[in-house]
DNA sequence: CATAATGTCTATCTAACTGGTAGGGATAAG
DNA sequence: CTTATCCCTACCAGTTAGATAGACATTATG
């Protein structure tokens, strides 16, 4: 299961995502119509403001925007943000490679095999979705390559 | 990442399954040879023949052996087992369903339906591959059908 | 029968994490 | 100058992860 705060992030990024080009939407505005405490909300939208992913305005008339356009930006780059790595072994991920501490061989490991498959077949769904994606109800796995669109 | 619980569940079994026909490990030849502290070791396979898929003899030259075939224990099955629910939502979730809090309608949560995409993406190799598809290295996505051979 | 080696069960402990709450301070509009 | 907003940091209660500990039950063997 994903945490609260990721789910929260979700929202409120495709919230203001469908936002008219260049409207802001506050902190308070998602916390009410979504149901998220507000406080905590603030730190999520911080947090996506301190990776790039929105922009902020300060003082009355203040709130959020879309820094990146919606479909540069991956369900996966999102999650990782408030998940940490999304490898199941830290022995598959990429930007968190860990070494089991025992591990003998890495290839001959079954268990980094099998899980490798399935962290394979996730990575290729959560990395090339994007918020647009979902918004526009994007389909999935029709145009080939599709896999490594503008959301890297 | 799955705990650590999990991945030393997989060690062992994948122990337990190679060997001989009926010839059982004791929890501490186990836990010496894959360096996992040997009582946390014992919790974790009293859960796995609570489960149903090691039986157990006791007193001297006891030890554990597979109760069902390797062929018929599925990854999904043991992950669920010590990690609960695999679903990135509660809505995801066969077992474990649970409609979110503030959910207006399933059908046209965009978060839900793309986190369902990822999950029906690992779903289909966790729940397919099994502790005997890993021991024999089988090759994945060949065979037609393989989404439900005996491992269910 | 005694002993030693095993599995079975339950309780406990510490550190980290989750899901917030609280209270300011900085900034900008009017 | 007031008010609405974002920005930042600290704190807190409850849960979970990852064990550790100790006693008990069962069985093979001498």
């Known amino acids: 299961m994903i945490s609260n705060k990721a789910k929260y992030a979700f929202r409120a990024l495709l919230a203001i995502a469908s936002q008219p ?21 603030e730190q999520i939208l911080l947090d996506l ?18 820094l990146r ?10 999650l990782r943000l408030f998940e940490g790595p999304l ?6 991920s990429r930007n968190a490679y860990r070494r089991c501490e ?4 890495e290839a001959a490991c ?3 095999r099998e899980f490798g498959r399935a962290y394979d077949a996730s990575r290729q769904v959560l990395d090339s979705r994007t918020l647009a994606d979902a918004l526009h109800n994007n389909p999935y796995g ?5 896999e490594v669109r503008r959301a890297g």
């Open 87 to 92: 490898a199941p072994l830290p022995c598959l």
């Open 69 to 78: 356009p919606a479909d540069t930006v991956s369900f996966g780059e999102v």
């Open 142 to 146: 029709v145009e080939p390559g599709h």
């Open 110 to 112: 079954e268990i980094r």
């Open 21 to 41: 080009e260049g409207e802001a939407l506050t902190s308070a505005e998602i916390a009410r119509t979504h149901s998220i405490p507000h406080k905590f909300l």
């Open 49 to 66: 403001k301190k990776a790039g992913i929105l922009d902020s305005r300060r003082g009355k008339s203040g709130g959020y925007v879309m």
């Open 102 to 105: 025992d591990c003998v061989s």
